[in-house]
């Protein structure tokens, strides 16, 4: 498969993927929604099913949908991202890329859904509550650790998934990302995945919004760094495991 077609298949389901978990999140804080004070469970659940909506629209590429689970297939030692898609630098950087494009065009088209309610709200933490993750208490170090040892669990599980094949499918994943939501997400409110925290940070400062404040640029290192490191620990220990 050419790299064109990976790009292209790896934008589209890291959109809707971040489509559908910005727009839950959106759902469920924004003033006046038909979800405004649904519970965490919701939230969980909404960023599960993306997952899942998500690696059906890219199953060509392999449905990565996120910077840490292409990178720890590389430290995994794998010598295809996807059937007939070698691992090289090109490959690489073309996962990469297409990840945070994808992600910036998802946050863009929720905000699109969301106009007016992103218009009536005027709380400025809401707002980009929506968009990207924070820390309930924010210590940068111990925030770290929580993206590590979140997204170790989700990419060594992963790869663990591709070696034990079911018929379940995307339904593996969505489950997990469930279970880590709702177990591991409370202090971070769980990125896990690079892409999902820079695209719709980039959106958030890029568009128009109203009373939307600071993008937190301070704290934006956190969900980037962790879950890269996480999914490389997790790539590395399934060698050995």
């Known amino acids: 498969m050419s790299l064109t077609s990976v790009f292209f298949s790896e934008v589209f389901g890291t959109a809707l993927l971040v489509l559908f978990g910005v727009g839950v999140v959106a759902n469920v804080t924004l003033a006046r929604t038909k979800g ?19 690696v059906f629209a890219a199953w060509r590429s392999g449905g990565h949908l996120n910077p840490a689970v292409t990178l720890g297939l590389l430290a995994s030692g794998a010598s295809e991202y996807a059937p007939d898609v070698p691992v090289t630098f090109g490959s690489t950087v073309t996962y990469l890329v297409a990840e ?105 400062a890029l568009l128009p919004i109203r009373h939307k404040g600071s993008s937190d640029w301070g704290y934006a290192w956190v969900p980037v760094a962790g879950p890269v490191i996480g999914g490389v620990l997790a790539g590395l220990v399934s060698q050995v495991f």
């Open 36 to 54: 405004r004070g649904a519970d965490w469970l919701l939230v969980s659940f909404g960023w599960g099913l993306a997952v899942f909506v998500g």
């Open 100 to 204: 945070v494009v994808g992600a910036v065009i998802g946050a863009v088209l929720a905000w699109l859904v969301y106009r007016k309610h992103y218009d009536a709200e005027e709380d400025g933490a809401v707002v980009l509550g929506t968009f990207s993750t924070g820390p309930e208490i924010r210590s940068y170090g111990w925030n770290l650790v929580t993206e590590v040892i979140a997204t170790f669990t989700l990419v060594y599980v992963v790869i663990q998934f591709g070696n034990t094949p079911t018929e379940v499918g995307p339904l593996n994943v969505a489950l997990l990302v469930v279970a880590i939501g709702a177990s591991l997400g409370g202090p971070t409110g769980y990125a896990i995945n690079p892409a999902r925290d820079l695209g719709p940070r980039i959106a958030h």
